[in-house]
């Protein structure tokens, strides 16, 4: 069975403090690791796809990484409005749905 | 606007009762599915629709019924609804089953 671990389950940084997400994940094999971003009361929103160890992609002050095992969120000298939930979700080559983790809240304050 | 929009909001119900939920996408998209978020947040998949024909019906009470008139929608209606249905109802779409998701903006299904 598919399994998506995310830590930690909280975390606060102050404006600018740099930091890093991580997702753990167990699939029979990997179509597709995928980062979302959730705020409150909204659905989640796609922010990355990543396909194969060692794949790299940027959005602004985010860099999601990813290796066999585990997948990084870096938020480089985050601001505020990069306050929200971070899901992490994986796409087993056998399945067409998306296992989720229970997410990392994030919180910046000025 | 492009996106995927779900009907209504918030939908605050008694036990027993039947309800349902709307879901419309115009992006296009051939899949789509109901996700429900509980209280701890996780999302889990319930139905999966890929142009009109069910590919995902994962283990849910058989009071949940999903519809699919064309691909451009996905219903989810609910009978005899019980206080653990409670939670957020997430339709979502995507392009051949893989890539990114679109979600909507989900339904809070409140049953009292």
């Known amino acids: 069975e598919d399994q998506v671990t995310q830590s930690p389950e909280a975390l606060r940084l102050q404006e600018g403090e740099s930091s890093s997400l991580n997702c753990s994940y167990t699939?029979?094999?990997?179509?597709?690791l995928f980062w979302y971003r959730q705020d409150p009361g909204k659905g989640p929103e796609f922010l990355f796809t990543l396909y194969s160890a060692g794949e790299e992609k940027e959005k602004e002050r985010l860099k999601a990484t990813l290796t066999k095992k585990e997948s990084f969120l870096h938020i480089t000298a985050p601001k505020p409005e990069d306050s929200a939930t971070y899901l992490c979700?994986?796409?087993?080559?056998?399945?067409?749905?998306?296992?989720f983790g229970s997410g990392t809240r994030l919180q910046v304050q000025p | 606007d492009t996106a995927v929009s779900q009907t209504p909001k918030y939908l605050v119900t008694q036990m027993g009762n039947d309800k349902s939920i709307k879901c419309e996408q115009n992006?296009?998209?051939?899949?789509m599915y109901w996700y429900k978020q509980d209280s701890k947040k996780f999302l889990k998949i319930m139905f999966s629709y890929n142009n009109k024909e069910l590919i995902i019906n994962e283990t849910v009470p058989n009071r949940f019924s999903p519809k699919s008139p064309d691909k451009a929608h996905l219903n989810l209606h609910i009978n005899s609804l019980e206080l653990g249905d409670s939670a957020v109802y997430f339709c979502?779409?995507?392009?051949?089953?893989?890539?990114?998701?679109?979600f909507g903006s989900g339904t809070r299904l409140t049953v009292v």
């Open positions: 979700a994986v796409q087993d080559t056998g399945r067409r749905a998306l296992t």
């Open positions: 979502a779409s995507s392009l051949q089953g893989a890539h990114g998701y679109t």
């Open positions: 992006l296009g998209h051939d899949t």
């Open positions: 699939v029979s094999g990997l179509r597709g």
